[in-house]
């Protein structure tokens, strides 16, 4: 089994919190090569980092900006991505048929650890749920 971190799990990894030390103590007693993330979840990320950044009213804003989009950065350089190929577009299309009611970027990303075989893990359960046949669970101990 491999295991996909959804946005809010990765931006957990960010912060120092009860719920972020209960996610790496779990992500520790996985091998390293089983966990990943989605082309998806990165584009979510960096789109909301680079408007932070275009936001910034203040000299105090935009350090604070460029310090986060750093940290979001580094995050990334270890964790592998599962890409949105052709297996994925497919699963994508299916689900979109089906009118699987949850939003576009979180079914591109489901749609990606179904072509996986992956779990996602996320505290956003309740739309994950909605996908059939995927399995999604919260590490984070909320």
């Known amino acids: ?9 990765l ?7 009860a719920d ?3 996610l790496q103590m779990r992500l520790e007693r996985i091998p390293q090569e089983r966990i990943f993330t989605t082309v998806v979840n990165y584009e979510e990320q960096m789109r ?14 935009l350090l604070s900006a460029y310090s986060r989009l750093e940290l979001h950065i580094k995050t990334f350089e270890g964790i592998p991505l599962l890409s949105f190929d052709t297996g ?9 048929r089906a009118k699987v009611r949850v939003g576009t970027m979180d079914l591109k ?21 909605k996908v059939p046949e995927l399995l999604a669970e919260d590490w984070s101990g909320t």
Do not use: C, K, P
């Open 48 to 61: 909301g980092w680079l408007e932070r950044a275009a936001r910034a009213d203040t000299r105090e804003r």
């Open 88 to 96: 994925a577009a497919d699963i994508f299309e299916q689900l979109q």
């Open 20 to 22: 972020s030390i209960t």
């Open 11 to 17: 931006s957990l990894l960010e912060w120092d919190s």
């Open 109 to 129: 990303i489901a749609a990606i650890a179904l072509a996986n075989e992956a779990t996602v893990l996320t505290r956003n359960l309740a739309h994950f749920g």
């Open 1 to 9: 089994m491999i295991y996909v971190l959804d946005t809010d799990h």
